[in-house]
């Protein structure tokens, strides 16, 4: 029979999961107290990290409409709710676990789709949005660059050949 409070909870959960960009599902079997709150540290901003029990996890996943991590909730299992960038917060993820071996990544899910933790590892290698974007941005620049450059070497041509000719007959006189 459910209580008031796990229904909360329950509830509670199913609003993050609805509310995030996306959801990475760690195993923290290991960590200390102030490693957490470090990972929490880490991921503020870009994501909250929570301890949830299983079976409240996975009632909550389905209450959200997010289906196929049921697999992912065994063992003691945290949720870090991305409400930023999953890029960022799969890097602080990422870069958590290298420095401490007591935290897996077991999955989690991005736009509705479920992702493996190796799929979470290649999101982590992505550059950030803002680095993307200055490349995009430093491509159509140079596009720019190139067309501006094209209209003006026909004139540019034009110019040397009349003074080429010009010098030419000054020398000739």
Request: net charge negative.
């Amino acid at each position: 029979m459910a209580t008031p409070d796990k229904v909360a909870a329950v509830e509670e959960i199913a609003n993050r999961f609805r509310d995030s960009n996306a959801v990475v599902i760690t195993e923290y079997r290991g960590l200390s107290v102030p490693q957490l709150a470090e990972l929490r540290r880490t991921l503020s901003g870009a994501a909250t990290y929570r301890v949830a029990k299983n079976t409240l996890t996975a009632l909550a996943a389905k209450d959200a409409g997010v289906e196929g991590l049921d697999d992912l909730f065994v063992g003691p299992t945290a949720i870090a709710f991305v409400t930023g960038d999953p890029v960022e917060a799969a890097k602080g993820l990422k870069e958590f676990s290298k420095k401490n071996d007591s935290l897996v990544i077991k999955g989690g899910v991005l736009d509705g789709n479920v992702l493996t933790a190796e799929e979470i590892g290649k999101l982590a290698d992505l550059e950030s949005r803002e680095v993307l974007l200055a490349k995009a941005a430093g491509a159509m620049k140079a596009t720019l660059f190139g067309a501006a450059y094209l209209f003006q070497a026909p004139i540019a041509q034009a110019a040397r050949a009349v003074d080429a000719l010009r010098a030419k007959q000054e020398d000739a006189a």
